[in-house]
């Protein structure tokens, strides 16, 4: 059995590693931007764009739980739990994250309606809530490059190797197929396109918005 135990990675690994921290990148940039959008909000005279964050609420819903974490549950963790018997604590781990994001964005939304809607201390109870699932997020995203993909790169095989770079950029499979990746690249370009000028560069920094 060949693993990818080396200096030097297969190929599908490198892509699927790849693939992974793109995916990553484009979900902490959207998590910064609609931590800047909450922080102009504070500023005098600021008119609010409630479109804006709607979409960018919008895409955070989505993304993780309909396009990221199904490829992890289904090929990557499984594969870790086989060949990795010191990885099982930490993919339960992930797991439970996985399922806490849940009701934290079900509270970052019931703020942003109590904020739409003008209720008193709205902005102050929203980027609470935008705080607090940022910085969840990140810690996860973080625990996952920095210890879960390590521990697939020493013991994952290329053949385990070539099934998550698969799921990762497959465009047939009917869970993560073409049409609704191309459904949230349209939804982050056109976030980007809607942002003001100083969350632009952010926005576009992320290499999803061309892959």
């Known amino acids: ?15 699927a ?9 484009a979900l902490a940039c959207m998590l910064a931007a609609m931590q800047a959008l909450v922080m102009r909000y504070r500023e005098p005279g600021s008119k609010p764009d409630h479109g804006l964050f709607d979409s960018m609420l919008r895409y955070i819903e989505n993304v993780p739980d309909r396009l990221h974490h199904p490829k992890e549950d289904r090929v990557l963790f499984p594969a870790i739990m086989e060949r990795a018997g010191g990885g ?17 964005l079900a509270e970052l939304r019931r703020a942003f309606h109590a904020f739409r809607d003008g209720s008193a201390n709205a902005l102050n109870q929203l980027a609470t809530a935008v705080d607090e699932f ?10 996952e490059e920095q210890q879960l993909l390590p521990l697939a790169a020493q013991h994952l095989t290329a053949a385990d190797w070539q099934r998550v770079d698969s799921a990762f950029g497959d465009n047939t499979d009917p869970l993560f197929g073409a049409e609704l990746t191309d459904e949230y690249r349209r939804l982050y370009q056109h976030i980007t396109e809607l942002a003001p000028r100083h969350l632009k560069s952010l926005l576009e920094s992320a290499a999803f918005t061309a892959s």
Do not use: C
Not at 17 to 25: P, Q, S
């Open 17 to 25: 590693i790849n693939r992974i921290k793109t995916e990553h990148h």
């Open 1 to 15: 059995m060949t693993t990818a135990n080396s200096t030097t990675l297969p190929r599908a690994a490198e892509s």
């Open 88 to 104: 099982k604590a930490l993919v339960q781990e992930l797991e439970r994250d996985h399922a806490q994001g849940e009701p934290m």
């Open 134 to 143: 940022a910085e969840f997020y990140w810690y996860h995203m973080r625990k």
